[in-house]
Nanobody, 124 residues
């Protein structure tokens, strides 16, 4: 079993930045890709970013590309999402997830474990 705990969410003004963290426990995640997803009020959960097991390959949703950066630190079992130039459309609950495989993927169906989410609210 793997437990994922997100942190770093909060309230920020438009144009500001936040850094989300996702700490895994239970076993190492160094052989798994990881992803971030988000769910805005009244909407379905959407893909945000993913990173492969080594950190070498990353992919982003079009809406966040150039503003968000996903990274990982395997020795500490932690994945990060640096979010810059935030706007109100980024308001959502952000979830990290563990992929069952090494390679980065954008499909929710490829992720076996999910965190409880952290709220990000961007005011205009």
């Amino acid at each position: 079993q793997v437990q994922l705990v997100e942190s770093g969410g909060g309230l920020v003004q438009a144009g500001g930045s936040l850094r989300l963290s996702c700490r895994a426990s239970g076993r190492t995640i160094s052989r798994n890709a990881m992803g971030w997803f988000r769910q805005a009020p009244g909407k379905e959960r959407d893909f945000v970013a993913t990173i492969n097991w080594s950190g070498r390959n990353t992919y982003y949703a079009h809406s966040v590309k150039g503003r968000f950066t996903i990274s990982r630190d395997n020795p500490t079992n932690t994945v990060y999402l640096q979010m810059n130039s935030l706007n109100p459309d980024d308001t959502a609950v952000y979830y990290c997830a563990l992929d069952r495989d090494l390679g980065a993927t954008m499909s929710e169906a490829d992720y076996d474990y999910w965190g409880q989410g952290t709220q990000v609210t961007v005011s205009s």
